[in-house]
């Protein structure tokens, strides 16, 4: 099987860290999950799975029930650009459409690091029949190019942006590096940013076992599938550390990885770190968001599992 240069190369360059006798690699970064098509159909399976219980499902509702009031708090009047960063199927942006595009024109624009996902956001959003959509393509990584998007998009009949971070993606990041990198992307006079994200619970123990399912192994055991592992290789799991839930694979038996003239030897026993969510309250969220903007309101749902957050410079 060939293996997947990207992976390989983030394994070798990172190594691995002892935590007692065990050795941890640690390769949880967002952008290894979509390299392929059917990493990203796998991560959609999710929630359209899991229905109306699914995460996706819920920060929809809430969208819904709050889009009319955020809505006013964004407009001025001229025509706005959404920016939908981390797009996935596009879904949860139709809400934001339909409210906007009553009062100003709209010009949809996702951003995502795969291909698969922008083509799906753009089809779903046409087959909803929504106002002006433009095709914008390009997939970033780590919000690198966010501030050159931005600048490029606005023009004399959108000059607003208002940027979308749905469906829990900011608990995948280190915080302040995204958030520098959008606020930096922002007219201060103008702009707006949506997060939806998860919150720190007291029943954060069984949010970590919920991420040891069957369907959370199918989309993140495609990381190491790539590099030559076999299913029968590895056992996932996942748990809740400092606030961070992590889904891991323990090696079950000894393996090397070969890609030219290098290779990493996996021993039975250690541990790859493929996806960390960080878990916030409330609290240390508009702390750590006071920084880089001036306004910071949340919309929490009735639970507190979960809430918008619009903020602006």
């Known amino acids: 099987m060939k293996v997947n240069d990207l992976i390989f190369k983030e394994l070798l360059r990172r190594g691995y860290s002892l935590e007692g006798n065990t050795r941890v690699w640690n390769i949880a970064d967002s952008k290894l999950w979509y390299l392929e098509e059917e990493q990203a159909k796998a991560y959609l399976n999710i929630?359209?799975?899991?229905g109306k219980k699914g995460s996706t499902h819920k920060e929809f509702q809430l969208i819904k029930k709050h889009v009319g009031e955020i809505s006013q708090k964004?407009?001025?009047?001229?025509?706005?650009?959404?920016?939908?960063?981390?797009?996935?199927?596009?879904?949860?942006?139709?809400?934001?459409?339909?409210?906007?595009?009553?009062?100003?024109?709209?010009?949809?624009?996702p951003i995502d690091i795969?291909?698969?996902?922008?083509?799906?956001?753009?089809?779903?959003?046409?087959?909803?029949?929504?106002?002006?959509?433009?095709?914008?393509?390009?997939?970033?990584?780590?919000?690198?190019?966010?501030?050159?998007?931005?600048?490029?998009?606005?023009?004399?009949?959108?000059?607003?942006?208002?940027?979308?971070?749905?469906?829990?993606?900011?608990?995948n990041f280190e915080l302040h590096e995204v958030m520098?990198?959008?606020?930096?992307?922002?007219?201060?006079?103008?702009?707006?940013?949506?997060?939806?994200m998860g919150l720190k619970t007291d029943n954060d123990e069984a949010v970590a076992k919920r991420f040891g399912e069957d369907i959370h192994n199918n989309f993140l055991g495609q990381i190491l599938t790539q590099i030559g592992f076999k299913e029968d290789e590895l056992e996932f799991?996942?748990?809740?550390?400092?606030?961070?839930?992590?889904?891991?694979?323990?090696?079950?038996?000894?393996?090397?990885?070969?890609?030219?003239?290098?290779?990493?030897?996996?021993?039975?026993?250690?541990?790859?770190?493929?996806?960390?969510?960080?878990?916030?309250?409330?609290?240390?969220?508009e702390e750590a968001m006071r920084i880089y903007f001036s306004e910071v309101e949340f919309f929490p749902q009735e639970d507190g599992s979960r809430a918008l957050v619009l903020c602006k410079k």
């Open 47 to 50: 929630d359209s799975v899991k």
């Open 74 to 109: 964004v407009l001025n009047g001229s025509g706005i650009n959404i920016i939908d960063i981390g797009c996935g199927d596009g879904l949860k942006a139709i809400p934001c459409i339909d409210a906007l595009a009553k009062q100003a024109p709209v010009r949809y624009c």
């Open 114 to 171: 795969s291909s698969y996902m922008v083509t799906e956001a753009i089809k779903n959003i046409r087959e909803a029949e929504k106002r002006e959509v433009i095709e914008f393509r390009w997939n970033i990584s780590d919000f690198d190019n966010l501030e050159n998007i931005s600048a490029l998009l606005r023009d004399d009949k959108f000059r607003k942006n208002f940027f979308l971070f749905l469906g829990g993606t900011v608990n």
């Open 180 to 196: 520098h990198e959008i606020a930096e992307a922002m007219d201060g006079d103008i702009d707006s940013l949506l997060i939806g």
């Open 237 to 285: 799991g996942t748990r809740l550390k400092n606030s961070r839930i992590e889904s891991y694979y323990t090696v079950k038996k000894d393996k090397k990885v070969i890609l030219g003239d290098k290779f990493i030897a996996f021993y039975k026993g250690d541990q790859i770190l493929v996806a960390t969510i960080r878990r916030y309250s409330k609290e240390e969220f």
